[in-house]
């Protein structure tokens, strides 16, 4: 899955060794799809797999092709990390389902989130949350006839509206201020 803050990320890392991606857009025609991840259509992007068994697109044989911006699931897996009780604080989940990933060294949970959940990752994180809760009580109330605008307003917003050459914060926040305002005139 990938997050906005990921699809920038990506995309301004693959600019640098793929001449064909210029902007967030090129990036996710190349290298992502977008699915619907609740029953009311919320949108989002995921990365392209291939060959036999799905791999993910970026996978190589060397490994990630671009383990230096990998998605958020990626640079914290087995360990997520979602918004806690009081929606400012975390929660913390563990992946147990391949025991192999528990052997051999030792790593404290600190340790691992201070390398691969940064700053800019947590305030992103809260203001998802935040956002995509009012965009899930407003599509649940846009009408029928409107829906398919309210995604394409959603994806445009969440994903597309970045200048790779601006900081992400800011830009996140007034997409999400501007996504708000489209979709309550959509209710």
Avoid at 60 to 88: H, I, K, M, N
Avoid at 95 to 107: A, I, M, S, Y
């Amino acid at each position: 899955m990938l997050e906005s803050l990921d699809a920038y990320r990506l995309a301004k890392f693959l600019r640098e060794t793929d001449s064909t991606i210029k902007m967030v857009d090129d990036m996710l025609l190349k290298y992502a799809t977008p699915i619907p991840l609740t029953e009311s259509g919320f949108p989002i992007y995921v990365l392209k797999t291939q060959g036999e068994d799905d791999a993910c697109i970026l996978l190589r044989d060397s490994g990630c092709a671009a383990y230096v911006a990998r998605p958020r699931t990626c640079r914290l897996y087995p360990v997520s990390v979602g918004p806690g009780e009081y929606g400012q604080d975390f929660s913390y989940g563990l992946c147990r389902e391949k025991p192999h990933h528990f052997v051999g060294n030792t790593v404290r949970t600190k340790d691992w989130l201070h390398d691969n959940f940064k700053r800019e990752d947590q305030e992103f994180v809260i203001a998802e949350y935040e956002a995509v809760t009012k965009i899930g009580q407003l599509m649940r109330t846009i009408d029928e006839r409107n829906k398919t605008n309210a995604i394409v307003a959603i994806l445009f917003a969440r994903y597309y509206d970045f200048d790779l050459d601006a900081s992400f914060m800011p830009q996140y926040r007034n997409n999400m201020q501007k996504l708000m305002e489209v979709l309550s005139t959509m209710t």
